[in-house]
């Protein structure tokens, strides 16, 4: 896998790979005066998220670590069992640099994973457990994952995804006493942690740069494209979501975000360094959420907005205000002021962040200022929509004309697109160097985003450049739908275009001209996308009219959204 892509970042590309050379900037340089000192090999140490639960575990072994229904385990437990899998992981023939696959929800084996995989030098591939088994098929495939930890409840997608792929990965059971599906193995996860050793004798990384996990993007554009993540990015992002969201020592957190997002926004990993609680669920509602908050505790929980409309909208007889602030983090859509200011009033305190599965997450915060809490609370919802400033471990970030890579002036309203440079960038896409070319050109990360930034220095996305609808955090491409409708044989002409809704943030909204004389409806178009997409996918509303176009005969997408939200 290391011979499949290049250090794009700029950040990377002065990093000596061999710990036995001099470590880079450690040279004596001009006016160094009297601490000419040469390099001491034996203090670098390679950063890896791996250090915080080694760590957890010999400090704080009787803590907490993860609660799952009735099922409870501390640091020394996930320590032991994460050493045993990553050494039964390598008897199976994992090497340094194989993909190991998971398919699961939010339970205490895919947050096992997060550690386990990388202790043997494997690279995680957490995939999303809402994808149909055409594109888990491509993902394995792509990946050349040799094994495969499976939950029962996605044990059908894999089978399908794996009957005409060329490879053949070992296929491990997860039986989850909650999952209701059928075993695709005959050897489960819980037979192999305890053929492993406790004792195995993991060791961190040779190289910091070394790959961590493989995230794959919604494959807006075409096929899913293989995200990179390196261990240093990871250990360095964990770290900034504890500072910058404030979060403290032994936080207790909820699993609402899906932990194959971008392997959780790092928060498997932040959560090992804080020796925090991961509280896990299968299923996320809001009687789940406010269950929680009151059975164990709950101090933290991230999301996209339907999340905070899961708590706006909830039946009056399951709503507790909590004892103490919760808090939020939330992200994609940006959520609307008055949805802020509504979920702030039951007791959640919201912070808005900004990023892509390249960026690990979250990468831009609309970091809190103190002289905003004299504003009344309108004032401070439309300021907290913004996505704000970079990460601390974020090294630059700014709104740029892609033509002259010049900074937009900061007047809220000049358009530029957002640029990422720094160490939570990804190393590259896999198997992609097209597209590492494109992404990084004139050495900056495009996130393809269109943004304005403020007098401040806050910026705001404004739209997404390839016309992205990003419906319950999932980033849903309209090509792809429209692709799906022009196949049905009624319909003449095709166009999607992002919906707001109330739940989900947005939704899928098809505009269609059909053959004449046809008599299909608008439900027989959505049985049809159904029968071809993955349901999220698929639009919830079908206008039939005469599509908007330019004089050279391209469909203005500006006006299909503004009839969407008529509609």
């Known amino acids: 896998m290391k011979k499949d892509y290049q250090k794009h970042n700029v950040s990377m590309q002065s990093h000596t790979a061999d710990i036995g050379m001099a470590l880079p900037g450690s040279e004596a340089q001009p006016g160094d005066g009297?601490?000419?000192?040469?390099?001491?090999?034996?203090?670098?140490?390679?950063?890896?998220?791996?250090?915080?639960?080694?760590?957890?575990?010999?400090?704080?072994?009787?803590?907490?670590?993860v609660i799952h229904g009735s099922r409870t385990l501390s640091y020394r437990d996930v320590y032991q069992r994460c050493r045993k899998l990553a050494g039964a992981l390598q008897q199976l023939g994992v090497l340094p640099g194989d993909v190991v696959s998971i398919m699961a929800p939010n339970i205490p084996e895919l947050y096992e994973a997060h550690f386990a995989v990388p202790m043997c030098g494997g690279v995680l591939n957490a995939i999303n457990t809402r994808l149909e088994a055409k594109t888990v098929g491509y993902i394995l495939e792509h990946s050349q994952a040799k094994v495969v930890l499976v939950d029962r409840d996605c044990s059908a997608v894999v089978t399908e995804a794996l009957k005409n792929a060329s490879t053949s990965p070992v296929l491990i059971d997860i039986n989850d006493p909650l999952a209701t599906g059928e075993a695709v193995s005959k050897q489960d996860y819980e037979s192999l942690v305890a053929s492993g050793d406790d004792q195995f004798a993991w060791q961190l990384p040779a190289d910091e740069w070394a790959s961590i996990s493989l995230n794959y993007t919604s494959g807006t554009t075409g096929n899913p494209k293989g995200v990179v993540y390196h261990h240093r990015g990871a250990y360095m992002n964990a770290m900034s979501n504890i500072t910058g969201w404030h979060m403290g020592a032994h936080p207790v957190?909820?699993?609402?975000?899906?932990?194959?997002?971008?392997?959780?926004?790092?928060?498997?990993?932040?959560?090992?360094?804080?020796?925090?609680?991961?509280?896990?669920?299968?299923?996320?509602?809001?009687?789940?959420?406010?269950?929680?908050?009151?059975?164990h505790g709950v101090t933290h929980f991230c999301g996209a907005p339907i999340i905070l409309n899961f708590l706006i909208n909830a039946d009056p007889a399951i709503v507790k205000k909590p004892a103490k602030p919760v808090e939020v983090m939330t992200a994609a859509a940006p959520p609307p002021a008055?949805?802020?200011?509504?979920?702030?009033?039951?007791?959640?305190?919201?912070?808005?962040?900004?990023?892509?599965t390249e960026t690990y997450g979250p990468a831009v915060m609309c970091a809190w200022k103190s002289e905003w809490n004299n504003l009344d609370a309108d004032t401070q919802s439309v300021l907290k929509a913004r996505?704000?400033?970079r990460y601390q471990v974020l090294e630059e970030l700014d709104v740029l004309n892609p033509d002259t890579m010049e900074p937009v002036p900061r007047d809220g309203e000049t358009i530029g697109e957002i640029m990422f440079r720094g160490n939570i960038v990804m190393r590259g896409y896999l198997k992609n160097p097209e597209a590492n070319e494109a992404a990084f050109k004139d050495g900056w990360f495009h996130s393809g985003d269109l943004a304005v930034m403020d007098a401040d220095g806050y910026l705001r996305i404004l739209d997404r450049a390839k016309d992205i609808i990003i419906s319950g955090g999932e980033n849903i491409s309209s090509i792809e739908i429209e692709d799906v409708l022009y196949s049905h044989p009624d319909v003449l002409e095709a166009a999607v275009a992002a919906k707001e809704d109330e739940k989900w943030g947005e939704t899928p909204c098809a505009f269609l001209q059909l053959v004449n004389g046809s008599t299909t409806t608008e439900q027989d178009i959505i049985d049809y996308?159904?029968?071809?997409?993955?349901?999220?996918?698929?639009?919830?509303?079908?206008?039939?009219?005469?599509?908007?176009?330019?004089?050279?005969?391209?469909?203005?997408?500006?006006?299909?959204?503004?009839?969407?939200?008529?509609?």
């Open 34 to 65: 009297d601490f000419p000192l040469p390099p001491i090999q034996a203090n670098y140490t390679p950063l890896s998220p791996l250090s915080f639960l080694k760590r957890s575990a010999d400090v704080y072994p009787d803590y907490t670590a």
């Open 253 to 295: 957190y909820l699993w609402t975000l899906p932990m194959f997002h971008c392997n959780g926004w790092c928060f498997p990993w932040s959560l090992a360094a804080n020796a925090g609680t991961s509280v896990c669920a299968r299923n996320i509602n809001a009687e789940t959420i406010y269950t929680n908050i009151e059975q």
């Open 338 to 356: 008055s949805v802020l200011a509504r979920v702030e009033a039951l007791g959640f305190h919201v912070t808005h962040v900004y990023g892509l």
């Open 387 to 389: 996505q704000g400033v």
């Open 529 to 567: 996308c159904r029968s071809h997409l993955a349901h999220f996918k698929c639009p919830t509303k079908v206008v039939f009219r005469e599509l908007p176009k330019t004089s050279t005969g391209k469909v203005q997408k500006f006006q299909l959204r503004e009839w969407a939200n008529l509609s």
